[in-house]
């Protein structure tokens, strides 16, 4: 069983930045893939960023391309994305959550196992 818990986000204005973390707990939490969806409201859960377990690799939705940026730390446990040049679409529940790799892209993807509890991240315009 793995555990994910998430701190960070909040409100910020249009144009400002925030910075999100997921820390993973349980069996083989050093070993996964991690990543972050969100879900607005009256929308889907859409992918944001990934990182491979070792954290060499990284994947990004072409929405958040060039503005947000996951890390994670030396322990591998603990996924960060940090999130620049916010915009009010950027508005949502953020998810954080693991696996295998390769990460999947989708909600239902096999290679996610465990999903975080979410995080309100809203920006103001």
């Known amino acids: 069983q793995v555990q994910l818990v998430e701190s960070g986000g909040g409100l910020v204005q249009a144009g400002g930045s925030l910075r999100l973390s997921c820390s993973a707990s349980g069996r083989a939490s050093g070993l996964l893939a991690m990543g972050w969806f969100r879900q607005a409201p009256g929308k889907e859960r859409e992918f944001v960023a990934a990182?491979?377990?070792?954290?060499?690799?990284?994947r990004y939705s072409d929405s958040v391309k060039g503005r947000f940026t996951i890390t994670k730390d030396n322990a591998k446990t603990t996924a960060t994305l940090q999130m620049n040049s916010l915009k009010a679409e950027d508005t949502a529940v953020y998810l954080c959550?693991?696996?295998?790799?390769?990460?999947?892209?989708?909600?239902?993807?096999?290679?996610?196992?465990?999903w975080g509890q979410g995080t309100q991240v809203t920006v103001s315009s």
């Open positions: 959550a693991a696996g295998r790799d390769p990460f999947g892209q989708t909600v239902n993807s096999g290679s996610i196992g465990s």
């Open positions: 990182v491979n377990w070792s954290g060499s690799s990284t």
